[in-house]
């Protein structure tokens, strides 16, 4: 600092002090970021978009849970779906293996070659005749019939004691018609599911027109009035002769239940 020494007739003057400037330090500013470049270390949550950083597990802010930056559930379905998948894939593989295995194998007469001349001679054998299965709705018909002509025997006996009484019971009489008409009317429907079958055709059509001559004796003998003894005693007589010829037909059915293996109740009842 320079002080000058006042004179007569001027006034002192003190000039200001001069500071040096501290130099600055540099600011060292960071590089710009490229726009539109990705942070490799950084994903959105797939549910509410938080920024995370690679390899989370679980969102702090929705808690989700992360499977390699998928929701964890999402990520059980891919993996189910997958193995599922492969599953097939691999049955599929080794049936497509299993059939191309079987075509390739040769069978047993393949390997097999005849010793001689007379070995592979074939012995003539006697061809059995074909019969066709009986379908399962003939099969019950056949056993029903059966069990149905043994009924209709039952009620021929029965007519047999009425007819012998000295004085025809007229009621009786009718009860067993009615009794003998519902039970042809059913075994005409049996007859024609028997006919389904080839083989018991013959027995069908003859048994169809047995129970159709039944059921037609019986309402003819119920038309007349109760009072009318001799009309009944009549029907009575006439219903004999029709169930007379059920014997040799109920015969052919038994042969033909023994080809179709269907068990039969006994021809009569007993009673």
Known sequence: ???????PGRTATRKPATRRAKPRAAVVLPPPLVIGEPDKNIFNCPNCTRPLSVGASRCPGCRTRLILATPARKATIFILVGA???????????????????????GPESSVLPS????????????TPFIPAIPPTSRSALSQAGALNVRLSDGARLL????????LDSAAVADILRSLAADASFGEGLATRL?????????AHDL????????????????????????????????????????????????????????????????
């Open 116 to 127: 001689s001349p007379a070995a592979a001679t074939s012995v003539p054998v006697a061809a």
């Open 195 to 203: 006919a389904a079958w080839p083989q018991g055709a013959a027995v």
């Open 1 to 7: 600092m320079t002080v000058d020494i006042a004179t």
């Open 160 to 167: 047999q004691t009425a007819l012998g009484e000295r004085d």
């Open 208 to 271: 169809g027109l047995l129970y159709a001559s039944v059921r037609g004796t019986a309402v003819d003998g119920l038309n007349n009035s109760i009072n009318n003894d001799p009309a009944y005693r009549d029907a009575a007589q006439k219903m004999l002769g029709v169930l007379g010829g059920m014997t040799p037909l109920d015969g052919r059915m038994r042969t033909l239940a023994g080809i179709a293996n269907v068990v039969l109740p006994p021809a009569t009842s007993g009673k």
């Open 84 to 106: 599922i998948a492969g599953l097939v894939m691999a049955w599929g593989v080794s049936a497509a293996f299993a059939v191309t295995s079987a075509a390739v194998t040769p």
